[in-house]
């Protein structure tokens, strides 16, 4: 909700000392977070390191359905036995697996989307900050531009769509009771000329709600 990263190098600091292990769900972070968007463990250099990793194919993947579990070999071996998605004879769609596939193939070919994502939302916060918006500061694709008022969010999604753009606002119990926001993805597909529509619409919008002076 807030594009902020946990402090997983501390996390597995105290996991080695109390010799515990460590899952990490890396839904948000897989395809975005890290220099190569390899996710929380990149970009605390941890890769390697952490026992259980999670994920969707939704997503940066791209995909509409399923996930996936990968971490060390004794631990996949055990849910290859145990995990009820192997009991079963349907799995996730064909298609869906291999789009999984190809987006990590298109990752480690070149870097360009990863690159273009990280551009793109650095370009975007600092346009917003600068446009008179309050955004918390992001390591992910999330933007967040806080409002603090719940039905004030909804309107204010509201009027942004009808200008074109999509967005959701979010409130109490999603995010804590004051902290409404509208959370902004941004994604490497966008051209600056979106971005630019995009601040456009918050600054009109802002002004009409009298967020902006
Ligand atoms: C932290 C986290 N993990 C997992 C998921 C599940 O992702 P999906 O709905 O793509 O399966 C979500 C969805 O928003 C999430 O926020």
């Known amino acids: 909700m807030d594009g902020n990263v946990c402090p997983l190098d ?13 899952m990490v769900d890396e839904s948000h972070s897989a395809g975005v977070v890290g220099q190569t968007g390899r996710g929380t463990t990149e970009r ?4 390697g390191k952490i026992e259980i ?13 399923g996930g996936f ?6 631990i996949i071996e055990m849910l ?7 009991l079963f004879s349907n799995s996730i769609p064909p298609a869906i697996a291999a789009a999984g596939i190809k987006m990590v193939e298109m990752m480690s070919a070149t870097n360009e989307l990863q690159d273009r994502l990280h551009a793109n939302t650095a370009y ?5 900050v600068e446009a008179g918006f309050d955004c918390k500061p992001s390591e992910s694709a999330i933007c967040a531009v806080m409002l603090y008022d719940a039905p004030l969010s909804q309107k204010f999604a509201a009027r942004l769509q009808e200008e074109g753009i999509y967005v959701t606002g979010f409130y109490y119990p999603v995010v ?3 902290q409404a926001r509208i959370r902004v993805q941004v994604s490497a597909a966008h051209k600056q000329e979106h971005l630019d529509k995009c601040i456009e619409a918050f600054t009109k919008v802002g002004k009409e709600l009298g967020i902006l002076k």
């Open 10 to 22: 501390k996390i597995y600091e105290l996991a080695q000392k109390y010799d515990a292990m460590v």
């Open 44 to 47: 605390f250099n941890l890769r």
């Open 53 to 65: 990793l999670t994920g969707t194919l939704g997503k940066a993947f791209g995909g509409a359905v």
């Open 69 to 74: 579990t990968t971490g060390k070999r004794e």
């Open 80 to 86: 290859r036995q145990r995990s009820r998605p192997y």
């Open 124 to 128: 975007f916060i600092k346009k917003m």
């Open 176 to 178: 804590p009771k004051g």
